[in-house]
């Protein structure tokens, strides 16, 4: 018997009820399915070729019948974009790119209306350097209070040409930039963990912590449910800011706790967030985009009285491999367990290659793939590892796109790339622009649906076919795998919530678990295998065969039982 996803659901009208979803659900975030909107590339409302906040208060009722629970909105903030709004100049304000505060406003509210929560991007860790603060700090020279906010400080060597101690940017190059002072000479350094144009905080001096807060305050009041912090492991430097000893730092992160990142310090700053967000009604919320070493030093960061979720970036890079991906499961669990928090899932997001094209190419190439592989291979192990997730316990994330079996854009000539770190020479590939590129919403047009006026990045002609309107309604197509599979993680009452699987036994490759009354197989060899049926099929990534109460699954392949 072959299983297709169902038909998506007819939309529904808004009514009140959606609304009393959001504000009163417990504990909503801790099975939530979380979706990230890259707002320049999910819908233009003006045809200026960029996405904007309108365009995405247009398609909320798209998102709304895919099943999600909330919406991530990378950043909007006022900036001079020079890594892609992350290097904010104005935490107050919308970037007139994306709209206005009004738009913003209507955006949550509509959000709201049906149903959705609306998380937001902070960005703690740095500035631009227009941001005000900064730009007062370059005027007014060494020896002002306005330093003190960022890491100034005087450089090595005879006369100061040296940066001040040995840290890498993770964009390549050293992590310092010496200043021109107002008298023309050249004068301090200041640090960057990121691009020159994003100074970092200095998280000691206390008008950093008590901006903050007031930024914090200020969403909180316009209605967002919660806050993504982009680089939560970072803030707090070690004191002194010692030499690190090392070059290629760049392949030290992730294997060892850092001397400007996972400082035990960012705790503290932290739980007093935590004070304020307990304020507010409806269940606000904290995730923290920490890149640790262990999953358990992640798990430091949503004890009780700190964070909620921390990304799992342990899966997020785990290959597709039954014995591995079992691990990393069982460790996640067990570190989230004794903190209390759900673990969370995630297979990709705007800074790492599509997983669609991570599987389709041998493991061992890392998370930014400049290969396109085989297509059909990634695609059929993309859903199978889709299924796979949803069916885990705790909190998933989806990535704009990943709906429709989106690859990388593994070919895009180099005089459109925009990725910041494209144009330096050293510190990371540089090829984020291939997960970026806007997503295709209907068959024809400049864009495929996603603007009047054609698109920022170019898009593959292929993308037609991908398209939602391709998509909706076609049987077995990737959108309606989402669609049926988020319908029925919250029919059944087994998927979600919870802390813990039980392992069954399972062919070599295979992974097969209960969890109450649903039970889960994913075959991740390229053979197919034949486990016992456990009770009705509810849903499957590909074709299977049932017969004598066994069940046929071919390889990179996900099914679904419920023996209720």
């Not at 900064?134 to 940066?163: I, Q, V």
């Not at 503290?268 to 890149?291: C, K, M, N, T």
């Amino acid at each position: 018997m072959s299983q297709q996803p169902s038909a998506a659901p007819a939309p529904t009208s808004v009514t009140s009820s959606a609304t009393a979803t959001v504000a009163g659900r417990r504990d909503w975030w801790r099975d939530a399915v979380i979706y990230q909107v890259y707002p320049r590339s999910f819908a233009d409302s003006n045809g200026d070729g960029m996405g904007d906040l309108e365009g995405v208060r247009t398609r909320l009722p798209y998102l709304r019948d895919l099943g999600v629970d909330a919406v991530w909105l990378s950043p909007f903030y006022a900036s001079p974009q020079a890594d892609a709004g992350y290097d904010v100049a104005d935490y107050r304000a919308v970037d007139p790119m994306f709209g206005s505060l009004l738009d913003a406003d209507a955006l949550i509210r509509d959000a709201h209306g049906l149903g959705l929560r609306i998380i937001v991007d902070l960005v703690p860790n740095h500035s631009s350097d227009q941001y005000e603060w900064f730009r007062r700090a370059l005027a007014e020279g060494p020896g002002s209070p306005s330093r003190d906010r960022y890491h100034f400080r005087p450089g090595k060597g005879k006369n100061g040409e040296l940066p001040p101690n040995d840290w890498e940017s993770i964009f390549g190059g050293p992590a310092w930039t010496r200043v021109t002072e107002p008298d023309g000479t050249p004068g301090e350094w200041y640090l960057h963990l990121f691009a020159p144009e994003q100074p970092d905080f200095n998280w000691e001096h206390p008008a950093v912590g008590d901006e903050f807060r007031s930024i914090l305050r200020f969403w909180l009041d316009m209605g967002v449910d919660g806050f993504r912090i982009d680089v939560a492991h970072g803030m707090v430097k070690a004191q002194g800011l010692p030499d690190l000893g090392s070059h290629e730092q760049l392949k030290l992160l992730g294997n060892d706790v850092m001397p400007f990142f996972d400082q035990d310090g960012v705790h503290d700053i932290y739980r007093q967030w935590r004070l304020i967000l307990d304020e507010y009604s409806g269940e606000r919320i904290f995730v923290a985009e920490a890149w640790t070493p262990t999953v358990e030093r992640t798990a430091n960061y949503v004890r009780p009285d700190e964070l909620h979720q921390a990304f799992n970036f342990q899966y997020l890079g785990t290959h597709w491999d039954a014995e591995e991906l079992r691990t990393v499961i069982d460790r996640t669990l067990d570190a989230m367990r004794p903190v209390g928090a759900p673990a969370t899932w995630v297979l990709s997001n705007h800074d790492v290659t599509r997983h669609a094209t991570r599987f389709a190419n041998p493991a061992g190439l890392g998370t930014q793939i400049r290969l396109a592989g085989d297509r059909a291979l990634g695609l059929r192990r993309a859903r199978a590892a889709t299924l796979l997730m949803l069916a885990l316990p705790g909190s998933a994330y989806v990535y704009q796109g990943e709906e429709l079996g989106l690859p990388d854009v593994v070919d895009l000539p180099d005089e459109v790339r925009q990725d910041p770190a494209y144009f330096r020479g050293a510190g990371q590939d540089g090829f984020r622009d291939g997960c970026r590129v806007p997503i295709p919403w209907t068959r024809t047009g400049t864009s495929y649906g996603f603007g009047a006026g054609g698109s920022w990045l170019p898009q593959p002609a292929g993308w037609a076919e991908l398209s939602v309107e391709a998509q909706t309604g076609e049987p077995g197509s990737t959108l309606e795998l989402y669609r049926a599979a988020l319908a029925t993680r919250r029919d059944q009452p087994d998927l979600g919530a919870g802390d813990a699987v039980e392992w069954l036994r399972a062919p070599e490759g295979v992974l097969a678990f209960r969890r109450g009354d649903f039970v889960c197989v994913a075959n991740t060899t390229g053979e197919s295998v034949t486990v016992p049926a456990h009770g009705r099929v509810l849903l499957s990534s590909g074709e299977i065969t049932e017969a004598d109460g066994e069940t046929k699954v071919p390889g990179d392949t996900t099914v679904w039982w419920t023996t209720a």
